[in-house]
C-alpha cells in the first residue's frame, strides 16, 4: 500500500510511483463512469511556486526602516516554503471557473498570514525553534523583538494585498470581504491562534484533535474555501471546499508528524498526533481523511477535469510522491 | 478569550474618547455611528494589540498599563504574543463581516487604511526605529517626529479617516480630516512626555519617570519643557484650523476632542 511506502522510506527520498515518470495515474471517480486521467501535479505546483515566489518578491519591496522589510522577506521568501496554500486556493478558484489572476493575491496574501503565524510559533516564549524551512528561525537571526514585529506587520500586509490587487472586475467586492473574513476568521482565537494556544498548554490527549484541526485543519479549510469564493462558488460548493481543505490540511500535518516520527531526531516539537496515538492509530486516521476529502470533491463531478489538482493532492498529501521546490520538515 | 478582554476592558480615562473619532467622523460626512462601530472597536483592538506586545519583555517590558498588570504578567509571554495576535485578525474581521449598510467598496477602502496605519509603514515602523533610536545617544526632532507620527498619529488617522471613508466623506474632506488626525496624534504624544515629566505613576496609571530613567529622546528633553508646552498649543490650533470648513455644529465633538488631548492630565 502507497502509505507503508511512505512510513518505510526516509522523508527526503525521491520515491517513483511509476519506473521514472513523475505523473501520477488515478482513476477519477465520477457518478456514471470512471475515468481514468493524467495530472501532473508536480508541474503544476512547481510553476505555481515560481509566480508566487514572483508576486511575494514584488509585494514586500525594501523600503525603509529596511530591518523590517528584511525581515519579513527572510521568512516569507524563504526557499524551503512550499506554497501548499496557495495551490488549494489557486485550484480552487480555476475549479469554477475562475481566473487565477483573482485568486493570485489571496494567495499571496495565505503565505502572508502563514508566514506570520510561524514566525510567532518559533519564538522563544512559544516553541522555541531554532530552525525553519531550511534556515534559521526569523528571531534567531533578527532578533526577537524584530520578530515579533515582522509578524505584526505580515498580518495587515495580507489583508492589505488582497484589496489593492485583486481586480475587482473579477472578484465582486462583497466577495472580497467574505475572503478577508474567512482568512482573519482562520488566524485569529478561534482558529490558528487556538490551536496555537492549546498547543503550548500540556493539554491532554484530547487537546491534540482540537490543535490539529486548528492549527493545520483552519490553513487548509481556508485557503480552500477562499479560493472557492474568489472563483464564484455557491454556498454548497463552499461547505464542501471548507469539508475538504480541513480534511486535507489535518492529513497532511498527520503525514509530516509520521515521518518525523520515522527519524532519529531529537526535534520533535509539541504533542502531534502520533506522539499521543502511535503511528498505527494516525495512519488509519490518514486513510480515512484521505477518503473524507476525495468524498467531497466526488461532489464536484460537474467540473470534469478541473476538479484533478485539489484531486491529486490528497494523494500527495498521503503519499509524497515527488520532491517540491526543497523539502524541508 | 479572556485575556483579549482583559486588555481590552480595562480602561484609562482617555480611552472611551478614542473610540469615538470614527463615529463623529461619520456623522461628520454625514453617516450615522452604527456604520462606524465596527471600525471603531476594529481601532481599540488594533491598539490595544499594540500596547500587549509593546509592554512586553523583549520590546519596552512593562510591568503596569492602564492601571494593572500588564497582560504578559498576568497570563504569561506566549499568551500575550498570541492575544495580540488574534486582536489584529479580529479587528479586520469585525470590520469586514460586521458593517452594515455601508458599500463594500468603502469597506475595502477602510480596510486598506487600517492596514497601512497597522503595519510597517505604521505602528511596526513607529515601534522599530524607537527602539533604534533608544540605543544611539542623539536624536533629532525629525527623528522623534517620525517615531511618534508612527506609533501614535497613524492609528489615529485611520480612525478619523475610515471614520470618514464609511461615513461617506469625499476625497478633499477626508484628506482635511487626515491632517487633522495627524496634528491630535502627535499632540497627544507631545502631552504625553510633558506630562512623563511632571507627574507620578499613580496619577498616570502606568510606570511614570520611565522616559527620564531610561535616557529616552521625548519633546521637554529634546527642546525643553516651556518650548514643548508651545508646541503642543501650536499643533492644537493647527488642528483646529482643518476642522473649520465643517459644519459648525456637527464638529464641535472633534473639537472638543483636541481640546480634551491637549489639556489632559493622564
Same mark, same amino acid.
Given at each position: ?329 | ?8 476592558? !480595562?480602561?484609562?480615562? =482617555? /480611552?472611551?474618547? +478614542? $473610540? ?9 460626512? &454625514? ?63 469585525? !470590520?469586514?463581516?460586521? =458593517? /452594515?449598510?455601508? +458599500? $463594500? ?9 487600517? &492596514? ?151
Amino acid at each position: 500500500m502507497a502509505f507503508s511506502t511512505v512510513i518505510m522510506s526516509s522523508p527526503h527520498a525521491y520515491i517513483p510511483k511509476t519506473a521514472s515518470s513523475p505523473t501520477i495515474r488515478r482513476r477519477v471517480r465520477c457518478s456514471s463512469a470512471s475515468v481514468s486521467t493524467q495530472f501532473d501535479l508536480r508541474t503544476y505546483w512547481t510553476a505555481l511556486i515560481k509566480e508566487i515566489d514572483q508576486k511575494l518578491d514584488d509585494a514586500v519591496p525594501v523600503l525603509y526602516p529596511q530591518r523590517i522589510y528584511e525581515a519579513m522577506r527572510y521568512s516569507l521568501l524563504a526557499k524551503g516554503a512550499k506554497r501548499a496554500p496557495p495551490v488549494m486556493c489557486v485550484a480552487a478558484c480555476e475549479l469554477f471557473g475562475g481566473d487565477r489572476a483573482a485568486a493570485f493575491p489571496t494567495a499571496c496574501a495565505l503565505e502572508m498570514v502563514h508566514a506570520a503565524s510561524l514566525v510567532h510559533d518559533d519564538l522563544p516564549c512559544m516553541d522555541d525553534s531554532q530552525s525553519r524551512r531550511g534556515q534559521p528561525s526569523n528571531h534567531t537571526v533578527f532578533g526577537v523583538d524584530m520578530a515579533i514585529l515582522a509578524g505584526d506587520a505580515l498580518f495587515p500586509l495580507g489583508f492589505r494585498h488582497i484589496v489593492t490587487n485583486t481586480p475587482t472586475n473579477l472578484v465582486p467586492e462583497s466577495r472580497l470581504l467574505r475572503v478577508i473574513t474567512e482568512i482573519a476568521r482562520a488566524v485569529g482565537s478561534t482558529g490558528m491562534a487556538a490551536g496555537q494556544f492549546l498547543d503550548l498548554d500540556d493539554g491532554t490527549p484530547n487537546a491534540v484533535d482540537f490543535v490539529q484541526e486548528k492549527k493545520f485543519g483552519e490553513m487548509g479549510r481556508c485557503s480552500a474555501v477562499c479560493g472557492g469564493l474568489l472563483g464564484g462558488a455557491s454556498d454548497g460548493e463552499i461547505q464542501r471546499l471548507r469539508n475538504y481543505g480541513q480534511a486535507v490540511g489535518i492529513l497532511y500535518q498527520l503525514v509530516d508528524d509520521i515521518l518525523e516520527a520515522k527519524t532519529e531526531t531529537d526535534n520533535k516539537k509539541g504533542k502531534s498526533y502520533v506522539s499521543v496515538y502511535g503511528v498505527e492509530k494516525a495512519m488509519e486516521v490518514a486513510e480515512d481523511l484521505r477518503a473524507q476529502a476525495k468524498k467531497e470533491l466526488d461532489g464536484l463531478e460537474k467540473y470534469g477535469d478541473k476538479v484533478l489538482p485539489l484531486y491529486h493532492f490528497v494523494d500527495y498529501a498521503v503519499d509524497r510522491g515527488f520532491n517540491v521546490g526543497e523539502q524541508f520538515i | 478569550m479572556n485575556l483579549n478582554r482583559y486588555s481590552l476592558l !480595562v480602561k484609562r480615562q =482617555t /480611552r472611551p474618547a +478614542d $473610540p469615538l473619532p470614527p463615529c463623529r467622523r461619520r456623522e461628520l460626512v &454625514g453617516g450615522n455611528e452604527a456604520m462606524a462601530i465596527p471600525m471603531a472597536c476594529a481601532i481599540e483592538m488594533i491598539h490595544t494589540m499594540s500596547l500587549i506586545h509593546d509592554d512586553l519583555p523583549c520590546m519596552d517590558n512593562d510591568d503596569l498599563r492602564r492601571g494593572k498588570p500588564t497582560n504578559h504578567k498576568a497570563f504569561g509571554e506566549d499568551t500575550a504574543v498570541l492575544a495580540g495576535d488574534a486582536l489584529i485578525s479580529l479587528a479586520f474581521e469585525h !470590520v469586514a463581516a460586521k =458593517t /452594515r449598510n455601508v +458599500d $463594500p467598496h468603502r469597506v475595502l477602502q477602510a480596510i486598506v487604511e487600517l &492596514g497601512l496605519a497597522v503595519g510597517s509603514e505604521g505602528l511596526v515602523a513607529g515601534q522599530i526605529n524607537r527602539r533604534l533610536m533608544q540605543m544611539r545617544e542623539k536624536v533629532s526632532l525629525e527623528e522623534l517626529e517620525y517615531i511618534h507620527v508612527h506609533k501614535t498619529s497613524k492609528l489615529l488617522e485611520a480612525a478619523v479617516v475610515c471614520g470618514a471613508i464609511i461615513g461617506g466623506g469625499d476625497g478633499i474632506e477626508v484628506e482635511r480630516l487626515r491632517k487633522f488626525a495627524r496634528c491630535i496624534g502627535l499632540l497627544f504624544q507631545v502631552v504625553d512626555d510633558i506630562l512623563d515629566v511632571t507627574k507620578s505613576s499613580e496619577e498616570l496609571g502606568k510606570t511614570a519617570g520611565k522616559d527620564l530613567a531610561s535616557d529616552k529622546a521625548t519633546y521637554p528633553r529634546l527642546m525643553g519643557l516651556e518650548r514643548a508646552k508651545e508646541f503642543a498649543g501650536e499643533l492644537a490650533a493647527k488642528a483646529v484650523e482643518e476642522l473649520r470648513h465643517f459644519d459648525a455644529l456637527r464638529v464641535v465633538p472633534l473639537y472638543h476632542l483636541a481640546d480634551y488631548i491637549a489639556s489632559r492630565q493622564n
